[in-house]
């Protein structure tokens, strides 16, 4: 683990502010390791800029408190939701496409919530240490709820 760090990858502002217990034990800690190594730091390099982790691990009681899907990879520690430093769409739809481009094997990568013109509000990736799917979705808003679409338009 050369960019990333654990304690970044569990940090939570929500889990401080409402007293969760966010630690991660052996295997939780195993899982960001290996997304760590085979996505995060590679797209680093690749990307030759930091890129931010807003979300990594979530207990199960983190990730109910922030919505999160019940089965989300978040919870198993194999996903992070990252950023550029600018946070700028156009910088993020930069940021997803070298991802795309890189040849980084993912289990999954989420366009989240893109503008009209396809553009990433932010990007969700995780990796698999039993195999890697490579699924490319799109989460959109629909009717007030959240759908994911097959592909990424890039």
Known sequence: MK?????????SATARRLGIDNT????????????VENVLD????????????TSGYRSTALNKAVGGAVNSQHTKG???DIRTVSDSRADNMRLLRCLLNSGIVFDQVICE??????R???IHVSFNIA????NRLTA???????????GIVV
């Open 24 to 35: 991660a034990d052996a295997s939780i800690r195993a899982n960001l390791t290996a997304l």
């Open 113 to 118: 919530y893109p503008d009209a013109q396809g």
């Open 131 to 134: 195999g890697n799917r490579k």
């Open 140 to 150: 959109v808003r629909k009717n007030g709820r959240t759908v994911y679409v097959s």
């Open 42 to 53: 590679p797209l680093r390099v690749r990307w030759g800029m930091p890129i931010i982790v």
């Open 120 to 122: 990433p509000d932010w």
């Open 3 to 11: 960019y990333f760090t654990l304690s970044e990858l569990t940090k």
């Open 78 to 80: 194999m996903a992070a």
